[in-house]
Nanobody, 127 residues
Framework: QVQLVESGGGLVQAGGSLRLSCAAS????????MGWFRQAPGKEREFVAA????????YYADSVKGRFTISRDNAKKTMYLHMNSLKPEDTAVYYC????????????????????WGQGTQVTVSS
């Protein structure tokens, strides 16, 4: 049974930091690209960051570039999102996702490229 379980969300003041984790099971984690998406109330789900199966390539939305860092540990079957300098507009439910993504690097940005999804973890940034 495939599972992606996010953790690490919570309430933080603007300027603060959080680290999200995504623990995977039930599939060959090291073969899958991994991504983080987020969805704020009344808005569509949007791309945040992604990492290739090897961890060698990373991709970020412009809105988080320089503040967020994505990483993965294939031995632990876990992906991370280090979030610094958080802003109120970062408030959303954060989802991790897994997919077999090859070729065009822009593919990482599209939700439909990901096969498996977690249930999400809430991140709230107060001003």
């Amino acid at each position: 049974q495939v599972q992606l379980v996010e953790s690490g969300g919570g309430l933080v003041q603007a300027g603060g930091s959080l680290r999200l984790s995504c623990a995977a099971s039930g599939f060959t984690f090291s073969s899958y690209a991994m991504g983080w998406f987020r969805q704020a109330p009344g808005k569509e789900r949007e791309f945040v960051a992604a990492v290739s199966w090897s961890g060698g390539d990373t991709y970020y939305a412009d809105s988080v570039k320089g503040r967020f860092t994505i990483s993965r540990d294939n031995a632990k079957k876990t992906m991370y999102l280090h979030m610094n300098s958080l802003k109120p507009e970062d408030t959303a439910v954060y989802y991790c996702a897994a997919g077999i993504i090859q070729g065009y690097s822009g593919s990482y940005y599209y939700p439909f490229k990901y096969t498996y999804w977690g249930q999400g973890t809430q991140v709230t940034v107060s001003s």
